[in-house]
């Protein structure tokens, strides 16, 4: 089993940039695909990135070319960096582990894009 706590998230203005750290507790941690899910308010949660344990990337194309997604496999944090914000991606940000059929989520952080 794993625990995620997210961190990072915050108040920014248009074209500013945040970067979300996730950490992970528990062992086995290079063996999980990591993912970062975003949730707006009255809308579902969707994935915003993902990386698999040998590093493959996934983008939701709302994000390409802004946003990339790191691992550290030796700190045990997942990290999003987020530049050029925009005022759409406001949400609470969450982190995911997933690996063997079993899923794991952290808490989430808000990240809110506002002048």
């Known amino acids: 089993q794993v625990q995620l706590v997210e961190s990072g998230g915050g108040v920014v203005q248009p074209g500013g940039s945040l970067r979300l750290s996730c950490a992970a507790s528990?062992?086995?941690?290079?063996?999980?695909?990591m993912g970062w899910y975003r949730q707006a308010p009255g809308k579902q949660r969707d994935l915003v990135a993902r990386?698999?344990?040998?590093?493959?990337?996934v983008f939701d194309d709302s994000v390409k070319g802004r946003f990339t997604i790191s691992r550290d496999n030796a700190k045990n944090t997942v990290y999003l960096q987020m530049n050029s914000l925009k005022p759409e991606d406001t949400a609470v940000y969450y982190c995911q582990a997933t690996r063997m059929g079993n899923t794991y989520w952290g808490l989430g952080t808000q990240v809110t894009v506002s002048s």
């Open positions: 990386i698999t344990r040998v590093g493959t990337e």
């Open positions: 528990g062992s086995g941690f290079s063996l999980y695909a």
